[in-house]
C-alpha cells in the first residue's frame, strides 16, 4: 500500500500522531524485519480496518491515547464483527497478528503501552493438512505433451513454471520473483524465502530442460536482473495469471479441483517422504523455518497408507 494511499485512508480516521507512527512502523518492517510486500499490504490493510472500527465505535478521531485504552472488549468486539461480515477463523487470525505487531512494536520502542492486547486470544484455526495430487496426477501434468504447441511462448513458460514448482518444491511468489542471474549453476538453484531466507536447492535434469525451452522461447531479451517469468507485456508474471494458467490446465487434463501452483510444492514433499527422505532434509529444501510445519506431510503419509491398508488388507475385506 503506498504511502498517498495510507495517507488519504487515514485522513478522517487516525489522529498526526498515530499516522506518524504507522509509517515509521511500515518502513520497520520493510527495511528492518524484509517483510514480503504481500503479508506487508495484507498486515497494513489490517491495521487500517482495525482503526476504521475504533472510529465508528468511539466517534472520534483515533490517536495513541486511544490504542492505549483500547479495552479487552473492544478487541472481541472488532473480531466478532469480522466472524459476521464472514471471515474465516485465517483471516481474523491474520488481521489480530497485523494488529498486535503494530501495539508490541509501539510499545518495544516506548510510545505506548496496551495492558490487554496480549489477553486477545487468536482466533482458532482448522487443521488443514496439505493436498497434494497423485503420483500419476503430477507427472501428467508436466509431461511436454500438455504444452499447447499451436499457441504463444506463454504455454511453454506455464509447464516451466509448473515443472519448477514440483522438481523443486518453490513456493510460488518464490518461483515468480526469480530473475535469469538466480538460474541453476552446478546443479542448484538459488531462492530467496521467507524472512529474505537464501537457501540452495538441487535441480533435476527434467526441470533444467523445462527452463531452458522456456528460455529459448521468450520472445524478449535476456538480461541478469530481468525476471524469469514474464508476462505477456514483458513485465514479471503475477500470481493471478499463474493461477489462471493452473485452472485452465486444471480442466484440460481432468485434475481435481485441489490442484493448485502450492499443491505441487506439497506433492514435492510429500513424494520425497514416500520414497525416504528423511524430514530434516525436506525442511531444508522447503525452506521451513520450523520442523513442526514439515511434521504436516508425515500426518498426509500416514492417511494414505492407512487408505492403501484399508483397500489391500485381506483381513479388511473379510466382514
Same mark, same amino acid.
Given at each position: 500500500?503506498?504511502?498517498?494511499?495510507?495517507?488519504?485512508?487515514?485522513?478522517?480516521?487516525? !489522529?498526526?500522531?498515530?499516522?506518524? /507512527? #504507522? &509509517?515509521?512502523?511500515?518502513?520497520?518492517?520493510?527495511?528492518?524485519?524484509?517483510?514480503?510486500?504481500?503479508?506487508?499490504?495484507?498486515?497494513?490493510?489490517?491495521?487500517? /480496518?482495525?482503526?476504521?472500527?475504533?472510529?465508528?465505535?468511539? !466517534?472520534?478521531?483515533?490517536? =495513541?491515547?486511544?490504542?492505549?485504552?483500547?479495552?479487552?472488549?473492544?478487541?472481541?468486539?472488532?473480531?466478532?464483527?469480522?466472524?459476521? $461480515? +464472514?471471515?474465516?477463523?485465517?483471516?481474523?487470525?491474520?488481521?489480530?497478528?497485523?494488529?498486535?505487531?503494530? =501495539?508490541?512494536?509501539?510499545?518495544?520502542?516506548?510510545?505506548? %503501552?496496551?495492558? %490487554?492486547?496480549?489477553?486477545?486470544?487468536?482466533?482458532?484455526?482448522?487443521?488443514?493438512?496439505?493436498?497434494?495430487? @497423485?503420483?500419476?496426477?503430477?507427472?501428467?501434468?508436466?509431461?511436454?505433451?500438455?504444452?499447447?504447441?499451436? /499457441?504463444?511462448?506463454?504455454?511453454?513458460?506455464?509447464?516451466?513454471?509448473?515443472?519448477?514448482?514440483?522438481?523443486?518444491?518453490?513456493?510460488?511468489?518464490?518461483? =515468480? &520473483?526469480?530473475?535469469?542471474?538466480?538460474?541453476?549453476? @552446478?546443479?542448484?538453484?538459488?531462492?530467496?524465502?521467507?524472512?529474505?531466507?537464501?537457501?540452495?536447492?538441487?535441480?533435476?535434469?527434467?526441470? @533444467?530442460?523445462?527452463l531452458t525451452l522456456y528460455r529459448t522461447a521468450c520472445?524478449?531479451?535476456?538480461?541478469?536482473?530481468?525476471?524469469?517469468?514474464?508476462?505477456?507485456?514483458?513485465?514479471?508474471?503475477?500470481? +493471478?495469471?499463474?493461477?489462471?494458467?493452473?485452472?485452465?490446465?486444471?480442466?484440460? =487434463?481432468?485434475?481435481?479441483?485441489?490442484?493448485?501452483?502450492?499443491?505441487?510444492?506439497?506433492?514435492?514433499?510429500?513424494?520425497?517422504? !514416500?520414497? +525416504?527422505?528423511?524430514?530434516? @532434509? #525436506? /525442511? !531444508?529444501?522447503? +525452506? %521451513?523455518?520450523?520442523?513442526?510445519?514439515?511434521?504436516?506431510?508425515?500426518?498426509?503419509?500416514?492417511? $494414505?497408507?492407512?487408505?492403501?491398508?484399508?483397500?489391500? %488388507?485381506?483381513?479388511?475385506?473379510?466382514?
Amino acid at each position: 500500500m503506498g504511502d498517498k494511499k495510507l495517507d488519504a485512508l487515514l485522513e478522517f480516521t487516525a !489522529e498526526p500522531d498515530l499516522s506518524d /507512527q #504507522i &509509517s515509521k512502523w511500515i518502513t520497520w518492517l520493510k527495511f528492518e524485519k524484509n517483510m514480503s510486500p504481500h503479508t506487508l499490504r495484507a498486515y497494513t490493510g489490517d491495521l487500517t /480496518q482495525f482503526i476504521d472500527f475504533l472510529y465508528s465505535h468511539r !466517534e472520534e478521531k483515533v490517536g =495513541l491515547s486511544t490504542l492505549s485504552t483500547t479495552s479487552l472488549t473492544d478487541f472481541r468486539s472488532w473480531l466478532s464483527r469480522k466472524s459476521m $461480515d +464472514g471471515l474465516a477463523a485465517a483471516s481474523r487470525a491474520r488481521s489480530l497478528s497485523g494488529v498486535k505487531n503494530f =501495539l508490541k512494536w509501539l510499545d518495544k520502542n516506548g510510545v505506548m %503501552h496496551n495492558a %490487554h492486547v496480549g489477553s486477545v486470544r487468536t482466533p482458532k484455526l482448522p487443521h488443514k493438512l496439505p493436498r497434494p495430487l @497423485e503420483r500419476p496426477q503430477a507427472f501428467r501434468l508436466l509431461e511436454l505433451d500438455t504444452v499447447d504447441k499451436d /499457441q504463444d511462448w506463454t504455454s511453454v513458460r506455464d509447464h516451466a513454471l509448473f515443472t519448477l514448482l514440483y522438481g523443486c518444491g518453490l513456493r510460488i511468489n518464490e518461483a =515468480l &520473483s526469480l530473475d535469469i542471474s538466480d538460474m541453476p549453476r @552446478e546443479g542448484f538453484l538459488r531462492v530467496m524465502g521467507k524472512g529474505r531466507k537464501e537457501r540452495q536447492v538441487p535441480v533435476l535434469a527434467i526441470v @533444467e530442460k523445462a527452463l531452458t525451452l522456456y528460455r529459448t522461447a521468450c520472445p524478449f531479451p535476456e538480461t541478469p536482473d530481468r525476471p524469469l517469468f514474464l508476462g505477456e507485456r514483458g513485465k514479471r508474471l503475477n500470481q +493471478g495469471v499463474a493461477q489462471k494458467s493452473m485452472r485452465d490446465m486444471r480442466g484440460l =487434463l481432468n485434475l481435481p479441483d485441489t490442484a493448485t501452483p502450492h499443491a505441487l510444492r506439497h506433492s514435492f514433499a510429500t513424494h520425497l517422504l !514416500e520414497n +525416504g527422505a528423511n524430514l530434516r @532434509e #525436506i /525442511q !531444508e529444501l522447503l +525452506g %521451513h523455518a520450523s520442523l513442526s510445519t514439515t511434521q504436516r506431510y508425515t500426518e498426509v503419509n500416514a492417511d $494414505d497408507l492407512i487408505r492403501i491398508y484399508k483397500a489391500a %488388507h485381506p483381513r479388511s475385506k473379510t466382514k
